[in-house]
């Protein structure tokens, strides 16, 4: 019971210590969403996607379409939005909920201006510290 009792206090304290992280890792995270709507508008998709986990474990699922693979969200992208359907992106609505000291979860808003027209829509993008640093690990748009 000790043993038990002892491990507890001890998994207290290193959770709230985590806890006082989670105000940097919120800001660290719009961060990256900041950056990666800039580098959208610059029509530099590398940028945009450096942040996504370079993997083929990757996810991305929206509608009712699932891909598997970094590559395979960066050819999605290529062939859906080159040229004329670039647009303006932009999130809002942003709600960053820490789970841990490595992962994290993002509720928001996109919005996509192109030409006259606007397409909008909800997204969750879960991250997780890795070595190279914060990485969307899956992104479910829709």
């Given at each position: 019971m000790k043993k038990w009792l002892v491990g507890f206090v001890v998994l207290m304290i290193v959770n709230q210590a985590g806890s006082s992280e989670s105000p940097y890792i919120k800001g660290e995270l719009i961060g990256i969403l900041e950056l990666q709507k800039e580098?959208?508008?610059r029509q530099d998709l590398e940028g945009f996607m450096a942040y996504y986990w370079n993997s083929d474990e990757f996810t991305f699922q929206s509608g009712a379409n699932r891909l598997r693979g970094w590559k395979a969200l960066l050819e999605r992208y290529k062939k859906s939005y080159s040229g004329e359907n670039w647009g303006?992106?932009?999130f809002t609505d942003?709600?960053?909920n820490v789970l841990s000291d490595d992962f994290a979860y993002v509720l928001g808003r996109?919005?996509?201006k192109i030409k006259d027209s606007l397409r909008e829509g909800v997204f969750t993008i879960i991250f997780k510290r890795l070595p190279e640093g914060w990485r969307i690990i899956h992104?479910?748009?829709s």
């Open positions: 580098s959208w508008n303006e992106l932009d942003l709600e960053v996109w919005k996509l992104d479910h748009s």
